[in-house]
Nanobody, 123 residues
């Protein structure tokens, strides 16, 4: 069992930056691939980024590539999402998730989820 607790998020102007954090309980954090997803009102849940167990491999949605960075600190049991050059289309509730078997883009493959955090980008 893994519990994920998110922090960060909030309101930022277009062009600004935010960092999201996701802290995991337990001693097996490094056994999980981690991902970030987002969901805007009236829209489907959308893949944002994922990272392998070691942190050596990352994967991004085209819409955030070059602007967002996912990274993890296995010693601190935490995964981060650094978001730069934010625009209003990035406004959504963001979720971190843990996957026992990989680090793909399909939300239904993830086993554990954080509580979600709101990111709002004003124009």
């Amino acid at each position: 069992q893994v519990q994920l607790v998110q922090s960060g998020g909030g309101l930022v102007q277009a062009g600004g930056s935010l960092r999201l954090s996701c802290a995991a309980s337990g001693r097996t954090f490094s056994s999980y691939g981690m991902g970030w997803f987002r969901q805007a009102p009236g829209k489907e849940r959308e893949f944002v980024a994922a990272i392998s167990r070691s942190g050596g491999n990352t994967y991004y949605a085209d819409s955030v590539k070059g602007r967002f960075t996912i990274f993890r600190d296995n010693a601190e049991n935490t995964v981060y999402l650094q978001m730069n050059s934010l625009n209003p289309e990035d406004t959504a509730v963001y979720y971190c998730a843990a996957d026992r078997s990989g680090y793909g883009s399909a939300w239904y493959n993830y086993d554990y989820w954080g509580q979600g955090t709101q990111v709002t980008v004003s124009s």
